[in-house]
């Protein structure tokens, strides 16, 4: 293969708090820049980048192009046609309008399809719109999960040959915190209880907070567990509803979890709680086994698919099965055990350097199909 010059928008990677789009996109691209290719690589940014985010390299440009409206659909695509590279490449379902050249995009899920009320109007009818368009004008697609590819075959009419399923990886330096005392600060820090339940992701209607909460009331009543509390770990999202929590005693909303205090904040888990509604991946499932921490997720979207048999599954809109799962999972030491032992190999099996590579073979193949 040629040396290809490959076009990033890297500008998801410089977010302060990132969330599952910002952390593919960091993960990704940094995985790529360390294979050894004879490729040329552009990253456009938005915003300045820290000096060690990515290497600097003479194979490596960063082009910073601050803007404050409409930064894809302006200074990027101006800066694709001045530039002109073999390829293009953005990590997320957001291509310029207007651009020459091959692309290749990523689109992570199809949430707004199946749970429209669960966005702002505006903010569903864009995705859709953006989504519709950008799958149509990429050259190929990749999608996180086999679900995904699924549906964007089914709703949008793609040929399924132009989809690459590449799944993404989990942060290999998670490993499980054993030492007492970095628990105790974590817990400290974050003013959470010597034991307790561990959601961790956006709080928005589609991760289904408000069944979650009851689940946990539910299960805390009938087993007086009173000294175990729910920590719900994430920013608050688009139609986020304080009702979800109004009442129930042991709820704990610590925000955004500094990036260092995420391994110990699973390790002091008893269980991560993931029964969502619908998920394009659903990275703490694999966060969370890394961590060595039980999961129970849901039996729907992407989820079986990520977690194999590694973890309990629930029917997500079923209060009664998240709280019966709650109580297998707390009190069945043996199932314990071996969901933690089969979520180590689970999560072993999912690498940033084995999706580097489909990714970059994904780039190729654009670039011959426009040569």
């Given at each position: 293969m040629r040396p290809l010059i490959i076009a990033l928008d890297a500008s998801r990677t410089t977010s302060a708090q990132r969330t599952g789009t910002e952390n593919y996109a960091l993960q990704l691209i940094r995985a790529m820049l360390a294979l050894d290719t004879p490729h040329r690589w552009i990253l456009y940014f938005r915003t300045p980048p820290p000096a060690d985010l990515f290497p600097a390299t003479p194979a490596v440009k960063q082009r910073v192009i601050p803007w404050p409206r409409l930064w894809t659909h302006t200074r990027f695509a101006a800066a694709l046609w001045r530039t002109r590279p073999d390829v293009t490449f953005v990590p997320s379902h957001?291509?310029?309008?207007?651009?020459?050249?091959?692309?290749v995009v990523t689109v992570h899920d199809l949430g707004y399809v199946y749970f429209p009320d669960a966005h702002p109007n505006l903010a569903r009818r864009?995705?859709?719109?953006?989504?519709?368009?950008?799958?149509?004008?990429?050259?190929?697609?990749?999608?996180?999960?086999l679900a995904t590819a699924n549906d964007i075959a089914a709703h949008y009419h793609v040929p399924e040959n132009k989809i690459t399923l590449v799944y993404p990886g989990v942060n290999e330096s998670l490993a499980p915190v054993r030492d007492p005392a970095a628990l105790a600060a974590v817990r400290a820090r974050y003013g959470l209880p010597q034991k307790y339940l561990l959601f961790v992701g956006t709080l928005q209607p589609r991760k289904n907070i408000a069944r979650i909460v009851e689940a946990y009331a539910r299960w805390r009543a009938a087993q007086g567990q009173t000294n175990v509390g729910l920590v719900l770990a994430g920013p608050r999202g688009w139609l986020y509803d304080p009702r979800w929590t109004e009442g129930v005693e042991g709820v704990i909303m610590?925000?955004?979890?500094?990036?260092?205090?995420?391994?110990?904040l699973y390790s002091g888990a008893l269980a991560l709680l993931f029964p969502t509604l619908h998920e394009g991946f659903g990275f703490p499932v694999l966060e969370a086994m890394r961590c060595g921490t039980p999961v129970i997720a849901s039996t729907v979207s992407s989820l079986p698919e990520v977690a194999g048999p590694a973890a309990l599954l629930v029917n997500p809109r079923d209060v009664g099965a998240i709280a019966a799962g709650i109580e297998r999972?707390?009190?069945?030491?043996?199932?314990?055990?071996?969901?933690?032992?089969k979520g180590f190999e689970q999560a072993a099996r999912f690498t940033w350097r084995r999706a580097a590579?489909?990714?970059i073979e994904a780039l190729q193949m654009a670039a011959r199909s426009a040569s």
């Open positions: 957001v291509l310029p309008v207007w651009f020459p050249g091959p692309a864009y995705l859709d719109w953006s989504t519709r368009r950008n799958v149509r004008r990429a050259t190929r697609i990749l999608a996180d999960s610590p925000g955004y979890i500094d990036e260092s205090d995420v391994a110990a999972i707390v009190s069945d030491d043996a199932l314990r055990a071996d969901l933690i032992a590579e489909q990714t």
